[in-house]
């Protein structure tokens, strides 16, 4: 089973400035297959990233998704107050097989 | 649009079993082109998967609970959770979710997904 390890766990930004969140596989991933996903507090997690670097619909271009192999990053260029969430990771193995990362928590500084 | 909604008891006892209902509407989950499943977040913790099937075809489960799962359809805008001989940490938000259908993200990721329904496992 792939292990996805998020890092920081949780990274204080203010508004405007630029976040940079990692998530880190223990055996190599096809870049097809990794995910990104918002969460706010009370709601389900959105889809914002798919194979590694393609927004999902209806995702502003603030948003970059990048990496390969075992390492892949989340972009967000200029953090909007609506940006503050929880983000998670999601690899797809074989036979339907997902797991997500533990999850990095955005906040206001 | 499609949209889907978690329906089911708040309120399990341990030992018992948990059933959960996902309601499909805007679409078919007989749709050759659709995959779909369930994933469960515990207070405060991250998104586990629980399992994935394919309308009345095949079923894929986490092999830490493949032994007590069962993911089923049960009507062309309905399928089901089970899961058996519940204990408190399987209390969570149980999610249902579709995986993406188009060429440039098939089932790689879960597109679409349901509000969510809390459980709780408790005497």
């Known amino acids: 089973e792939i292990v996805l390890t998020q890092s920081p766990g949780t990274l204080s930004l203010s508004p405007g400035e630029r976040a940079t969140l990692s998530c880190r596989a223990s055996q190599s991933v096809s870049s097809s297959y990794l995910a990104w996903y918002q969460q706010k507090p009370g709601q389900a997690p959105r889809l914002l990233i798919y194979?590694?670097?393609s927004r999902a619909t209806g995702i502003p271009d603030r948003f970059s998704g990048s990496g390969s192999g075992t390492d892949f990053t989340l972009s967000i260029s200029r953090l909007e107050p609506e940006d503050f969430a929880v983000y998670y990771c999601?690899?797809?193995?074989?036979?339907?097989?997902?797991?997500f990362g533990q999850g990095t928590k955005l906040e206001i500084k | 649009q499609l949209q889907l909604q978690e329906s089911g008891p708040g309120l399990v006892k341990p030992s018992e079993t948990l059933s959960l209902t996902c309601t499909v509407s805007?679409?078919?989950?007989?749709?050759?082109?659709?995959?779909w499943g369930w994933i469960r977040q515990p207070p405060g913790k991250g998104l586990e998967w629980i399992g994935s099937m394919y309308y009345s075809e095949s079923t894929y489960y986490n092999p830490s609970l493949k032994t007590r799962v069962t993911i089923v359809s049960t009507s062309k805008n309905h399928f089901s959770l089970e899961l058996s001989s519940v204990t408190a940490a399987d209390t969570a938000v149980y999610y249902c979710?579709?995986?993406?259908?188009?060429?440039?993200?098939?089932?790689?990721?879960?597109?679409?997904w349901g509000q969510g329904t809390m459980v709780t496992v408790s005497s």
């Open positions: 979710a579709r995986l993406c259908s188009s060429s440039s993200c098939y089932l790689s990721a879960f597109d679409i």
């Open positions: 999601q690899q797809y193995g074989s036979a339907l097989m997902y797991t």
């Open positions: 805007g679409g078919s989950i007989s749709s050759s082109d659709y995959f």
């Open positions: 194979g590694a670097s």
